[in-house]
């Protein structure tokens, strides 16, 4: 609960003088809506004493008057308080998003994204229904009722009692259905997020589907989700159909309580007519907190477990952070790196086991070895992607542990393996990261990718949206897209992590010539699985298994006669039958 209270509070206290507007509106109403039965009770009785028309317009108008007060302030009270719960759920929002961007990729193999979804929209949500509609409901009820419960106490505090007793029950039925119907809802919404995932699913594979032949099948697997779906929707309405009759049972328990027991004393003359009707007309008051009070203790009790949810996620540190004390590097950069003896553990065994190497300032190393042999762990050290267990690199003979790893990434134009393009225009998408780049920079930077040619033929250009709401892209115009989008940063270190694995032959040749002319006198790190990419490199490195096991230049690699001459025999000969 501390943990709770410590993470809401800083938002709380940024609208402390909002919020104790709203509270005073609060007050303000709640002791006008006190008081009006009060009013309707002594005029009934100085009525009945002797009826006069100016003693009922003197009523009439305190009536007026308290409910125009009651309503004005019951309008501020709303708009302040469940304003100031969207400013934090906007806050919070916001804070989470920077927290989420923040965070180092060992978080995110942690976590499902669905997961982190969900605590950003649902539990976001519920946190907000606790901090407006929850404590403004709250409070609102608890005034009132202690308001109205010492009035009536004052008056009459037998029949108090006996009103009273069902006041609980109510509050029990409303916390008990509303717990259910929640339950129900939220399994209904999961159900619902299945069955527009499988349409989704459906649609986007109906090649393989329509190739395979599982039209019937799917179709079959649908009508079964959709079926529990409505089964689903069917109890929630049957619960939610008893819940409101049997409210107004009790309700209306309570009410013939006063009227009965109410009306005997009123007989016996233990209390006046006037009374007697402030007495029903308190009990209607009382049957909302009655209500409210089981609502506000669900609202309470999802918030405080979404709030904790939430902050589970804030309480994340990344794991790769800027230190205290900042070395920065030369300047200009050369881009020498240093591997020393660097050890990679991930949860499911070692990738790289104490590689040392060295890198030379603006050469072209290239690295190539089987699948699964820690060639992308390797190179994912370098923009500090994530750190070695064991180990260290440095650049330009600095630790960069001890550097900012943003000001380092800016140095480094890095191509994963999988490029990831955003649903944005292609220009947006090469420019990422670097906004203040020109058209002609773009432009530029297409060209050595060799991605111009392609945009020629896009129907606009470089302003077409590429991704799920604009032009598929094949797999190498996307490769070529993320090497534009590295090279526009202009980097003292490129690499190139099989970025040109779905590029042909001559395509490839044409880049790699092109970026040996922007990249002269910088670091350059090719992956690739083919000989054509790398033979040319300065110098090539064999990782077998998270070692180095061969390094040197193409022609002494295939002197050696290992993984590399090998390599290089078999395309040799696959590129022999091609021609054929
Ligand atoms: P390569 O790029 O040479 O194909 P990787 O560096 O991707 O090799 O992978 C090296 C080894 O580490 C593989 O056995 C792979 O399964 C494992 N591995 C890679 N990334 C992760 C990860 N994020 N979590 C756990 N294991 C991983
Ligand atoms: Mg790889």
């Known amino acids: 609960m501390r943990k709770i209270l410590r993470t809401i509070w800083p938002y709380l206290w940024r609208y402390r003088t909002g919020l104790l507007l709203g509270m005073g509106a609060l007050v303000v109403k709640d002791i006008g809506g006190a008081a009006l039965p009060f009013v309707i009770g002594k005029g009934v009785d100085a009525i009945t004493k002797g009826f006069n028309v100016r003693l009922v317009l003197w009523f009439a108008g305190a009536l007026v008057a308290l409910s125009a007060i009651k309503g004005l302030f019951q309008y501020w009270m709303r708009v302040i308080i469940i304003g100031i719960s969207r400013d934090i759920e906007y806050d919070l929002r916001n804070d989470l998003f ?74 029990l039925a409303v916390m008990y259905f509303g717990r259910l119907i929640h339950d129900r809802f939220e399994r209904i919404q999961k159900m619902f997020s299945d069955v527009s995932s499988r349409v989704q699913e459906n649609i986007s594979g109906v090649r393989v589907i329509r190739a395979y032949v599982q039209e019937e099948a799917e179709l079959k697997q649908f009508e079964r989700l959709n079926r529990d779906y409505i089964a689903q929707n069917l109890k929630l309405a049957w619960i939610s159909g008893l819940f409101m009759p049997l409210l107004q049972a009790l309700v209306g328990i309570t009410l013939l309580i006063v009227l009965w027991i109410g009306g005997s004393r009123l007989m016996e003359g233990r209390i006046t007519l006037g009374q007697f009707v402030m007495f029903n007309t308190y009990m209607g008051i009382l049957v909302w907190p009655m209500i409210a009070f089981g609502w506000v203790v669900n609202l309470m009790q999802r918030g405080t477990a979404s709030l904790g949810r939430i902050s589970q996620i804030l309480e994340e540190r990344p794991s790769i952070a800027a230190p205290k004390n900042l ?52 190179v994912q050290l370098i923009p500090r992607l994530m750190d070695p267990t064991r180990g260290s690199v440095l650049i330009d003979g600095v630790d960069l542990r001890e550097l900012d790893p943003a000001e380092l990434r800016r140095h480094i134009g890095f191509v994963p393996q999988d490029t990831f393009l955003f649903s944005a225009k292609l220009s947006e998408n090469v420019a990422f990261g670097v906004e203040s780049a020109s058209e002609e920079e773009i432009r530029r930077a297409a060209e050595l990718a060799g991605l111009a040619p392609d945009v020629e033929s896009f129907p606009d250009g470089y302003q077409t949206v590429v991704g799920e709401r604009g032009i598929t892209l094949s797999g190498g115009q996307k490769q070529r897209t993320a090497i534009a989008r590295a090279v526009v940063r202009n980097p003292r270190i490129l690499i190139l992590d099989d970025a040109l694995s779905s590029v042909d032959t001559l395509t490839e040749d044409r880049i790699l010539s092109a970026l040996a002319d922007v990249m002269r006198g910088r670091t350059t790190i090719l992956i690739s699985h083919r000989v054509s990419t790398v033979r040319n490199a300065d110098r090539i490195f064999v990782v077998e298994k998270g070692r180095i096991a061969e390094e040197g230049d193409h022609a002494e690699l295939l002197e050696l006669g290992g993984y590399y001459a090998d390599l290089y025999q078999k395309q040799l000969l696959e590129e022999e039958l091609e021609a054929i």
């Open 327 to 378: 070395r920065r590097l030369p300047s200009p950069v050369r881009g020498e790196i240093e591997f020393r003896d660097v050890t990679v553990d991930y949860d499911s065994g070692r990738a790289l086991d104490g590689i040392s190497l060295k890198i030379p300032a603006g050469a072209t190393v290239a690295i190539v070895g089987h699948t699964g042999s820690g060639k992308s762990t390797l």
């Open 98 to 171: 920077l927290h989420l961007v923040s965070l180092s990729s060992d978080f995110y193999g942690r976590m499902r994204t669905g997961d982190i979804m969900a605590r950003a929209t649902n539990d976001l949500n519920a946190v907000r229904m606790m901090l407006g509609p929850g404590i403004m409901y709250w409070a609102e009820t608890s005034i009132t009722f202690v308001f109205v419960f010492l009035v009536m106490l004052w008056t009459d505090w037998r029949l108090t009692l006996f009103a009273l007793l069902p006041a609980p029950m109510v509050s």
